[in-house]
C-alpha cells in the first residue's frame, strides 16, 4: 500500500509564480517610497509655515528652506532604501 503524497494549493513549478510575485513586490515598495518621500516633503512644509505664521515675516523663508530641507531629507530615505534594499 503506497500511501498518497498530500496535494498542496500551490503550483507544482514554484519559477512560474516568481516573476508575477516580484513585478507586485517592487511595485509595492517602490510606490511606497514614493509615498514616503511626499510625506516628508509635506510634513516640512507644513512645519515651515507654522513657522511663518508665528514669526510674521513678509516672505515665505521658512516655508521655503524647510521645504527645501524635506526634499532632500525624502531622497535621502528614498535612495538610501533604494541603494541598500533587501532582495528578498
Same mark, same amino acid.
Given at each position: 500500500? /503506497?500511501?498518497?503524497?498530500?496535494?498542496?494549493?500551490?503550483?507544482?513549478?514554484? !519559477? !512560474?509564480?516568481?516573476?508575477?510575485?516580484?513585478?507586485?513586490?517592487?511595485?509595492?515598495r517602490y510606490s511606497g517610497m514614493g509615498f514616503?518621500?511626499? #510625506?516628508?516633503? @509635506?510634513? $516640512?512644509?507644513?512645519?515651515g509655515s507654522k513657522l511663518d505664521a508665528r514669526s510674521?515675516? /513678509?516672505?515665505?523663508?521658512?516655508? #521655503?528652506? @524647510?521645504?527645501? @530641507?524635506?526634499? $532632500? #531629507?525624502? @531622497?535621502?530615505?528614498?535612495?538610501? +532604501? $533604494?541603494? $541598500?534594499? !533587501?532582495? +528578498?
Open positions: 500500500m /503506497e500511501k498518497k503524497k498530500p496535494v498542496s494549493n500551490q503550483s507544482q513549478n514554484p !519559477k !512560474k509564480d516568481k516573476p508575477k510575485q516580484s513585478g507586485i513586490n517592487s511595485f509595492v514616503q518621500m511626499v #510625506a516628508v516633503i @509635506l510634513l $516640512f512644509y507644513w512645519a510674521g515675516n /513678509e516672505k515665505p523663508i521658512y516655508t #521655503a528652506i @524647510l521645504t527645501l @530641507l524635506g526634499v $532632500f #531629507a525624502g @531622497l535621502y530615505l528614498v535612495l538610501k +532604501d $533604494f541603494i $541598500f534594499r !533587501k532582495d +528578498d
